[in-house]
């Protein structure tokens, strides 16, 4: 998701343009269109994505598609002044998104940031998946497991006996 916006940055502060995003887009609207708009400093970028990526399941560890909703909103400052190519300040912000000095915007960082801050800390497959079994490791939800869960650690079996004699 690569963008020229030599022109735009020559253009006045307000000044907009409009980028249909994913394949057979032909129509701008909010819901598929990259909206970039000159500001003071450089290029604000706005737009709504429908992201479609692999996961892997927090119970079960298998991967799965998961897709995600991302509205973005970030400016982008020139390293390079458009006229001159002389290298311009970018502001001292940790993670302040560039335009190269072949005034090219990129989004895919700023897509793959907000993938990671807006997806879920403990993606699942299914709501109902079951993991792993603790004891074997095996897919439980894909087969039923035969493994003992009542066998007691070696390191607890002096507990045991102690609350055999309480008890």
């Given amino acids: 998701m690569r963008y020229n916006v030599a022109q735009l940055l020559k253009e006045e502060i307000g000044s907009t343009r409009a980028y ?6 032909d129509s701008y609207n909010e819901a598929n269109c990259l909206w970039l708009m000159r500001t003071d400093r450089g290029i604000w970028a706005s737009a709504q994505l429908s992201t479609l990526g692999t996961s ?23 390293v390079a002044d458009v006229h001159t190519g002389k290298p311009m300040e970018v502001p001292d912000e940790e ?11 990129d989004l895919t960082e700023a897509v793959r940031q907000y993938r990671i801050a807006l997806g879920p800390m403990k ?28 066998a007691i650690d070696s390191r607890l079996a002096p507990l045991l006996q102690f ?4 008890g």
């Fill in 20 to 25: 249909p995003i994913g394949q057979g887009s």
């Fill in 95 to 105: 993670g302040a998104f560039v335009i190269d000095d072949a005034n090219i915007l």
């Fill in 56 to 78: 892997v399941c927090s119970r079960c560890l298998v991967p799965f598609s998961q897709s995600l909703e991302l509205s973005i909103e970030e400016e982008y400052y020139p």
């Fill in 163 to 166: 609350l055999n004699r309480e």
């Fill in 123 to 150: 993606p699942l497959c299914s709501e109902g998946c079951l993991g792993l079994c603790t004891v074997c490791g095996g897919n439980l939800n894909l087969q039923d497991c035969t493994c003992l869960d009542n």
